[in-house]
């Protein structure tokens, strides 16, 4: 359409001329002055661009794999730049989907995006930069400009449970259940009541305690054979990569989400380590935010130097006594460290392989 506009402005350009100069008629040179000068005019005025935007998204910081939400972008120019029409659309990092819901220029200089944004993968993401598509009112030209305004949004693994996973289990037979008394667990003996922690089920509701402390209580049970762990994450670049994601080792970041998470409500303490990794253990805090623990594991990468199996000896030496050291590894690489975790499971030691 906006050929053909072009095109028939230009045509009757070209015949007013062309009749002015054959007749000598000033009128149709007049007339097609303004027409050039129209064209002209316009041509400019996109070409000129939109000078100093400003951009406006709404948008959440941070998001949970899987989840999706609206956002909105908003550009608008000066006003000297008013006789521009404005249309905007938001690029994103392969870990984000944009999926349009509604495009339209909003007035004469300012466009907006209204869209839907999923969060395909973890990891620092991040929206922009702003493609935009300037024309002029009468839409005979079109001008694209990039806006290079960057929006990062942190995007949380999302827990996943791990099918094989056991909370039972002990260090290096030193573990005795009599010191576990009083931490909590899935059993059948009932040891006591305590607060609520989101995620306990309903059907263990104290309803006396509740109605007693005006505040939700639930019953507590005793598990036998509960050790604190140690989460040991491989995190040299051996994982098995597709583009620049991790699939298997993304995974392994969600069953560790998951295993974060249920750790309190089991009564367990949780050290988290890697091979490129700070230590990591489980505090109140983590307990009452989440989040904080779901950051740190969102920016987590397999770029170490070195394999957790060189950290073993010391995690086994430090821990080995009474952690139970959860080793998680590659898929292509579960021999490897099955048979190294062999190695001190003959000596006693509770070493266990997720690939």
């Keep these: 359409m906006r050929e053909y506009k072009l095109t028939a402005l230009m045509a009757a350009t070209s015949f007013l001329l062309c009749s002015g100069l054959m007749t000598n008629n000033r009128q149709m040179y007049w007339m097609a002055s303004v027409l050039g000068a129209l064209m002209l005019g316009a041509y400019l005025l996109v070409k000129r661009g939109a000078q100093r935007p400003s951009v406006v ?13 609206e956002a909105q972008l908003e550009v608008a120019l000066q006003a000297r730049a008013g006789l521009l029409w404005v249309q905007a659309q938001d690029t994103a990092t392969s870990g984000l989907a944009i999926e349009p819901i509604e495009t339209e220029p909003i ?6 995006a209204r869209y839907h944004l999923t969060a395909l993968r ?9 493609q935009l598509t300037l024309s002029d009112p009468f839409g005979l030209f079109i001008h694209h400009q990039q806006i290079e305004d960057i929006a990062p949004i942190l995007v949380l693994p999302r827990p996943v449970a791990l099918p094989n996973w056991n909370w039972e289990g002990g260090g290096r037979g030193r573990f005795v259940a009599s010191t576990l008394r009083g931490r909590r667990g899935e059993g059948t003996d009932w040891h006591g009541v305590r607060p609520y922690i989101p995620g306990d089920p309903l059907r263990r509701i104290h309803w006396r305690a509740t109605a007693r402390h005006g505040d939700w209580h639930v ?11 140690v989460i040991a994450l491989e ?6 990569a597709e583009g620049d994601a991790y699939p298997d080792f993304d995974q392994a970041i969600r069953h560790i989400a998951w295993i974060a998470l249920e750790a309190p409500r089991q009564g367990v303490a949780l050290i988290l380590v890697g091979s490129n990794l700070p230590e990591i253990r489980l505090t109140p805090e983590t307990y009452a935010d989440s989040r904080v623990l779901l950051r740190q594991l969102a ?4 770029d170490a130097r070195h394999s957790i199996l060189d950290d073993l000896p010391r995690l086994i030496q430090q821990y080995g006594e009474q952690y139970r050291i959860a080793l998680f590894a590659p898929p292509q690489e579960y021999s490897v460290f099955q048979a190294k975790a062999q ?3 003959a000596q006693g030691y509770s070493v266990e392989v997720y690939a």
Aim: hydrophobic share 25%; charged share 25%.
């Design 57 to 69: 998204r709404q948008c959440p910081p941070e998001m949970v794999e899987g989840e999706t939400v």
């Design 107 to 112: 007035s004469l200089f300012s466009g907006a």
């Design 122 to 130: 973890r990891g620092e993401q991040r929206l922009g930069p702003v």
């Design 219 to 229: 019953k507590e049970f005793e598990t036998s054979q509960l050790a604190p762990t």
């Design 235 to 240: 995190q040299a670049p051996t994982w098995r």
């Design 299 to 302: 920016r987590v990468q397999p």
């Design 343 to 345: 190695s001190y499971q």
